[in-house]
């Protein structure tokens, strides 16, 4: 008996090797606590909201259920330290740090809950960017609550925040040249909301960058190539660049050129303009509120070129493809059916023969 006693007395860093025992079983207890908890009341709970007609709960669920799990982790932490008789002004910072983290980290997962509310009210901006405006509400949101979460946690540890950018001197100029380029690209995104200019989903081109806008966030937008890799540009750069939007346009354009043969005659020519003409102005998919040219403009060097202008009613890119494939094989058939053909480059070379005479 006395040996037990004499082993439960032992001390590590002047802890009795009991009470270290108990901490960590206390420990293991609440992430044993945590895990009943996920697999049995989680399930529960998440099996209730799937019944339920409204989301609402769904998404509470999803805002609470995180935070509450690491909950077990802080109050496990509180009690091992309790048990410990831990007085230290830095532990318990810790613990109101780990506190903190989780109110904010509740609130930022929250807006969750507002999204259909955020997205309603960017309609009063327009339908058609409603989406974009509220993933930058909702962008913008977040990242204050981080902000504000942050600076919680700072003040907690006595930190300044202010003073502190303000001490920094030369550090503190360069985190104001850094903020300069995050606000402009900030402002920039509001002016690419503002004037419209694309939105998610659009067929762009903005420099030498082409392909689909895939997102518009607070200080890029991303843009998805036709290679399919993803080009990020800040949104002070697309602000300050031509972006040609190729979705914005309800018709896509047929300019070509063809070449006949020299020895089609003028009249066979005015026969293919006239069939041409008529092609385009009776097929379904060219638009026939727009300009349709078809003239003879050109003696080429190998071809006498008909020139062909007129506009297919979509803009979508397959659709745009099957008219113009129509319209070409028509066009083939335009062309022999008068008996001309088509030239390519070639070069004819004539030979002059040059009788000398003999002068006596």
């Known amino acids: 008996m006395d040996k037990i006693v004499d082993y439960i007395n032992i001390t590590f860093f002047e802890i009795p090797l009991y009470r270290i025992a108990l901490a960590i079983f206390v420990f293991l207890l609440f992430l044993f606590l945590r895990k009943v908890f996920t697999l049995t009341l989680l399930k529960m709970a998440k099996r209730f909201t799937e019944k339920t007609k ?34 230290n002004a830095l532990l318990y910072h810790i613990i109101r740090t780990l506190i903190t983290f989780v109110v904010f980290w509740i609130i930022f997962e929250a807006v969750l809950v507002f999204d259909e509310y955020i997205y309603k009210f960017s309609k009063k901006f327009g339908k058609d960017l409603y989406k974009e405006i509220g993933n930058f509400l909702i962008k913008s949101i977040k990242a204050f609550i981080v902000v504000v979460g942050l600076v919680a946690i700072l003040q907690d540890w006595g930190i300044n925040v202010s003073a502190f950018i303000a001490s920094l001197g030369i550090g503190g100029l360069a985190f104001a040249l850094a903020a300069k380029d995050t606000a402009a690209n900030l402002f920039g995104g509001l002016t690419i909301l503002a004037d419209q200019s694309l939105k998610i989903g ?29 080009i990020i540009l800040p949104n002070q750069t697309i602000a300050n660049s031509p972006i040609e939007n190729f979705s914005r346009r309800g018709q896509r354009r047929i300019k070509l050129r063809i070449g006949l043969t020299y020895d089609t005659p003028g009249e066979v020519i005015q026969n293919i303009v006239k069939d041409i003409t008529k092609l385009l102005s009776s097929h379904p998919d060219i638009a026939k509120d727009q300009t349709i040219l078809v003239r003879f403009d050109e003696f080429g060097d190998s071809a006498l070129g008909v020139f062909i202008y007129a506009f297919v009613n979509s803009a979508v890119w397959s659709e745009y493809l099957k008219t113009k494939e129509d319209i070409y094989l028509q066009i083939m058939e335009i062309v022999e059916k008068n008996g001309s053909s088509f030239a390519f480059p070639s070069q004819s070379i004539y030979i002059e023969k040059i009788n000398n005479k003999e002068h006596i």
């Open 54 to 87: 409204t989301h609402f709960d769904d998404k509470l669920f999803s805002i609470i259920k995180g935070p509450v799990r690491f909950s077990f982790v802080i109050a496990g932490f509180y009690f091992f330290s309790v048990i410990l008789k831990i007085d």
């Open 202 to 230: 659009d067929w762009v081109k903005v420099g030498s960058v082409e392909g689909t806008v895939e997102d518009i966030g607070l200080r890029t937008t991303k843009i998805r190539t036709f290679e399919k890799s993803l």
